[in-house]
């Protein structure tokens, strides 16, 4: 088993940063892709970026483009999405995620963190 654990959100003015982190543990070695989704209010869960094991491909979704940035220390076992521009909607638990796949209509994930709060306030 793999375990995740999220750390780094709280709460920040619209245009503010923040810094999440996600560390693994466990059986890391099945760990290959990883990546960052979140869930607001309700709203379904949603995809926000994701990064290959050696952190060569990087993929976002459109609304996080160009604000957002994944990456990786694998010595550390730890991910990491550094989030600049921060808006209101950008209010969600953020999770992090094992081994993501799109499977064309779906994502399927190996293994989730507990997700991290992070709101942005107006």
């Known amino acids: 088993q793999v375990q995740l654990v999220e750390a780094g959100g709280g709460l920040v003015q619209a245009g503010g940063s923040l810094r999440l982190s996600c560390a693994a543990s466990g059986r890391t070695g099945s760990m290959y892709g990883m990546g960052w989704f979140r869930q607001a209010p309700g709203k379904e869960r949603e995809f926000v970026a994701a990064?290959?094991?050696?952190?060569?491909?990087?993929n976002y979704a459109d609304s996080v483009k160009g604000r957002f940035t994944i990456s990786r220390d694998n010595t550390k076992n730890t991910m990491y999405l550094q989030m600049n521009s921060l808006k209101p909607e950008d209010t969600a638990i953020f999770y992090c995620a094992g081994n993501p796949l799109w499977l064309g209509s779906r994502w399927r994930v190996d293994y989730w963190g507990q997700g991290t709060q992070v709101t942005v306030s107006s």
């Open positions: 990064i290959s094991l050696t952190g060569g491909n990087t």
